[in-house]
């Protein structure tokens, strides 16, 4: 017998008792003086044996602790700082995952340069979303550009940006501009980019432009 179990026994022999003085002191007509001690004796009673009642041995749960995985070292992933940036020749012969974000602008630069359009890089911090500006001849004016470096980050151009862009090539008093991104653009954002005549480039037109010409300076250079 455990001792819940035990209790519950002493609980009974309890309520036994008290009633069967009850009921001796109403049929033998008993004094007053039993029963107060009918009421009170029996509940002492069981407290004391609850008392001296072994107590019950503590079951320890087998906790079926996991064993901690351990994750093995995955290879760090290459965060590359935003603002860095590297010389021009270390930058021809990196892949694009490895830029950062002016990198990869200043790769667009080197590649309209190469291209003669006569870019003009506007200072980074205050570019008020335009990157560079290049020089159309068949417009006879300078082309706004805004870059975008998202490659593998899951982002798309939005509507936002287009905007943005449209706004901002009125700072630098260009009527035309163009978006180069190496990610895509959602079906607004291309439909807001037709609306105000903005060209378009998208990761397919880095990869087979800017980055084609990347590797062959690479070549020359290595």
């Known amino acids: 017998m455990n001792r819940t179990q035990a209790k519950g026994f002493i609980e009974l022999l309890r309520i036994s008792i008290m009633f069967a003085g009850v009921f001796f002191y109403f049929t033998q007509g008993l004094s007053f003086y039993f029963l107060i001690a009918v009421l009170i004796a029996p509940n002492i009673l069981a407290q004391i044996l609850i008392a001296i009642l072994p107590k019950n041995k503590k079951t320890k749960r087998k906790t079926t602790s996991k064993k901690a995985i ?28 490895k830029m950062s974000g002016h990198e990869f602008e ?92 903005i060209e378009t480039h998208g990761i397919e037109w880095v990869r087979s432009k800017v980055d084609t010409w990347r590797k062959e300076q690479a070549k020359k250079i290595s």
């Open 106 to 197: 200043r790769l667009c630069f080197l590649y309209y340069k190469a291209k003669g359009y006569k870019p003009k890089e506007t200072g980074k911090g205050a570019d008020g979303g335009v990157d560079l500006l290049i020089y159309q001849r068949q417009h006879k004016t300078y082309e706004a550009v805004q870059i975008k470096h998202y490659l593998n980050s899951g982002n798309q151009i939005t509507v936002k940006e287009i905007r943005e862009l449209n706004s901002a090539k009125l700072n630098h008093d260009c009527v035309i501009a163009r978006f180069i991104t190496t990610t895509t653009y959602t079906k607004d954002a291309m439909l807001q980019a037709d609306k105000y005549k």
């Open 70 to 97: 351990k994750k093995k070292p995955s290879a760090t992933k290459n965060k590359v700082p935003t603002t860095r940036l590297l010389p021009d020749k270390q930058i021809l012969k990196m892949p694009l995952e």
